[in-house]
């Protein structure tokens, strides 16, 4: 298995005020590690660091001054995931938080950032193109990507190299469509669990001369532990690979759709230990429906004997509608939008350098409406909150370079200038949404007008060879998000006009990685980040720049094989994510200055028990006992109020049956804690979403036509 891990900084009087739980999942963490030290068991060599999402082409990762971390196929086809926070587990320094039913809140190396634009600090992406146009980023974006038949999920902690842009400021997380396979693939899988959840599976993929097919396609409804919290949903990844004598092209077409009632926060402390509280659904009436379908076409071709031409056109399409939930007044939100995009670069490989030049250029078409059907107050009144379209073009040109010679030394560098223009139109009318007898109207809906941002961002590292299976980098980098279109122009409290500047994060890191005795694969990181022009609202409801935060933390990832049989797998790290400037911020009173970021936990991470008994059950047959850790979180600015944090067990079975049948077996939450799969505090009320009770997932699959070993 391909897996990563780091570590990040902490200075030692940070450590020794870590909170109890922290100590023991670090206690836990070094215990394991011991091992790793000390034995010299032999195993089957581990696979190559194979990593596309850097450069976009495939290249062995090992050596590169980047933290990066892979989740492979196989891994993902035995964690069989329901939702992707099941995988990110396994990715260290990354939390996707769980919401209802198949929402989520991104955390990569940050807290969890739920603000209008939070969602702009990643770069969310399906092969490598972002799943929503730059500055139209939704929190929940991971749903619509067929992670659950992904080929790989790959990850960059941290700020990514000049191929990336707006967005890639924490990290990226790329997943990867599943490539055709040489022989032919034709499997069915069906899936049956708790609270009506069903699920069925189907993949066909074979190569035949020049032409390789991959079609992958999942349905799932799920009746939902909570009260009306029932969803459907529908994915499907069809790929085509040509190999000619000229050309390379790969297509892929991605489309997914969700029809969700949602369940929203159960309010109250601790209610989700609360037996009258927890499956209550206090916003019957909640729903989102989502669609989304990415098609692109990478064509390459020789150029001569170093330098090789990429040319790739997409398209993007997503809409969404759900109810605001998470506000009291309840409005009703319709987002959309399209694109056409065009990526071309120019590789030149030769002994002893690979150096990739650019462009990227795309233009979107969105809309946002928001409506309210009943009065809630005169600030909040029924009727159009907000209507308007932004046309949105951007362009970018890249050069990102790596040495690659038999020296011990290997230098990585790159730097990107981008441009991102919007033109807004108001559509309804201009000024405050509300009527005469508002005394603080929530919505403000500026005039027509245009914004363009010019950003840049660079890095530059270098790692060193101690030995063949041993390297130690160095990096440093700078990522930049512009303004996303709703904290612009989804204005509040009477402001005219959102002066916002791109928001810059700049990065230190220091690694260690490598294979010990060829079987044990460690990664290791301390990071230090500082945010600047960070965008957040103040106390007047306003959207302005100028906030400051430090990030700094270590990350760790190991896979130890104990004997033929048993392997022990860890993913860790502890952080501390912290305001930096003393800001006005909504919901804050006092000097905020050195508190800890809301919802983000110093430590997570998770460790697994791995029993191979493909010898004792005479086919191949793996086991995992997996333990999920949690620390406790500040739920405001302020710091007064906190989750306690949560540990889980989980276990997975699966064995093939017959040549052609196997079957799965998974046990959620074993030990059947009551826990919060997030926690927050607004409106003056402590707020969660519930963790589900113990749950067994029974899976079935058969595999047609020919059968291998």
Not at 546 to 564: C, F, M, Q, W
Request: aromatic letters at 10%; charged letters at 20%; proline letters at 4%.
């Amino acid at each position: 298995r391909q897996r990563q891990m780091c570590i990040r900084d902490r200075e030692e009087p940070m450590l020794a005020n870590t909170p109890t739980l922290s100590r023991q999942f670090l206690s836990v963490v070094v215990m394991l590690l011991l091992p790793v030290i000390s034995s010299s068991v032999q195993s089957n060599t581990l696979e190559e660091n194979i990593l596309v999402t850097a450069s976009r082409v495939e290249e062995n990762a090992m050596k590169l001054p980047l933290a990066w971390s892979t989740v492979n196929n196989e891994t993902l086809q035995f964690i069989d995931p329901i939702h992707i926070n099941e995988i990110m587990q396994r990715v260290p320094g990354a939390w996707i938080s769980r919401g209802n039913g198949q929402e989520s809140i991104i955390a990569l190396r940050s807290p969890v950032l739920t603000g209008t634009g939070g969602c702009g600090a990643f770069f969310a992406a399906a092969d490598g193109i972002s799943l929503r146009a730059p500055g139209f980023c939704n929190v929940n974006q991971l749903f619509d990507t067929n992670f659950e038949q992904a080929g790989r999920i790959e990850v960059i902690r941290g700020p990514a190299t000049a191929l990336y842009g707006s967005n890639a400021m924490h990290g990226v997380i790329n997943v990867i469509s599943a490539a055709p396979t040489e022989e032919i693939d034709n499997r069915l899988a069906l899936e049956a669990g708790p609270y009506d959840y069903y699920r069925a599976k189907y993949r066909y993929s074979n190569t035949i001369g020049k032409h390789g097919i991959s079609v992958s396609a999942n349905g799932t409804t799920d009746g939902g532990y909570k009260d009306d919290s029932d969803y459907d949903q529908q994915k499907a990844t069809v790929r085509h690979d040509y190999a000619g004598e000229h050309w390379d092209v790969r297509t892929v077409l991605d489309a997914a759709n969700l029809n969700q009632n949602t369940a929203g926060f159960v309010e109250g402390y601790q209610a989700y230990k609360d037996n009258d509280l927890k499956k209550r659904n206090p916003n019957p009436n909640a729903y989102r429906d989502a669609w989304s379908v990415r098609l692109y076409s990478a064509a390459s071709i020789a150029l001569n004997d170093t330098n090789t031409l990429t040319v790739t056109p997409y398209l993007r399409d997503n809409d969404m509608e759900f109810l605001q939930h998470y506000l009291p007044w309840q409005p009703v939100e319709e987002n959309a939008h399209d694109s056409l995009g065009l990526r071309a670069t120019v590789q030149t490989n030769t002994d002893t350098l690979r150096w990739i030049n650019g462009i990227d250029m795309e233009h979107t078409n969105a809309s946002l409406k928001e409506t309210q059907d009943e009065d809630f107050s005169p600030n909040q009144p029924a009727g159009v909150h907000y209507d308007y379209q932004v046309s949105a073009t951007g362009g970018a040109i890249y050069s990102q370079l790596r040495t690659q010679s038999d020296s011990p030394w290997e230098i990585d560098g790159g730097v990107r200038l981008e441009y991102t223009s919007y033109d807004y139109t108001n559509k309804t009318a201009d000024g405050s949404g509300c009527g005469p007898e508002a005394t603080n109207c929530r919505f403000y809906r500026p005039s027509d007008r245009e914004n363009d941002f010019t950003d840049w961002s660079l890095n530059a590292g270098a790692s060193y060879s101690i030995t063949e299976d041993h390297i130690v980098y160095l990096r440093v980098a700078r990522g930049f998000r512009a303004p996303q279109a709703t904290e612009l122009y989804r204005l509040q409290g009477g402001q005219e006009t959102a002066n916002l500047d791109s928001e810059k994060i700049d990065n230190i890191e220091l690694g260690l990685r490598g294979d010990w005795l060829g079987t044990t694969r460690y990664d290791v990181a301390v990071y230090y980040m500082h945010k600047d022009d960070v965008i957040f609202q103040d106390a007047n409801r306003y959207n302005v720049s100028g906030a400051k935060t430090r990030h700094y933390g270590a990350e760790l990832s190991v896979d130890y094989p104990i004997n033929d049989s048993w392997s022990v797998g860890i993913d860790a790290n502890v952080a501390n994510h912290t305001y930096d400037s003393n800001i006005e911020l909504l919901g804050s009173s006092g000097n905020i200055q050195g508190n800890d970021i809301d919802t983000a936990p110093k430590a997570f991470g998770s460790a697994r028990l791995d029993w191979d008994f493909s010898a004792l059950a005479g086919r191949s047959s793996r086991a995992e006992l997996e333990w999920v850790y949690m620390d406790s979180y500040y739920l405001e600015p302020q710091n007064n109020h906190q989750y306690d944090g949560h540990s889980l067990l989980n276990l997975r079975i699966t064995s093939d049956l017959t040549p052609r049948w196997s079957a799965g077996l998974r046990l959620t939450n074993l030990l059947d804690e009551d826990y919060a799969e997030r926690a927050d505090f607004g409106f003056g009320e402590y707020r969660y979403f519930v963790g589900q009770p113990r749950g067994a997932y029974v899976q079935i699959s058969y595999q047609f036509g020919a059968t291998q070993g």
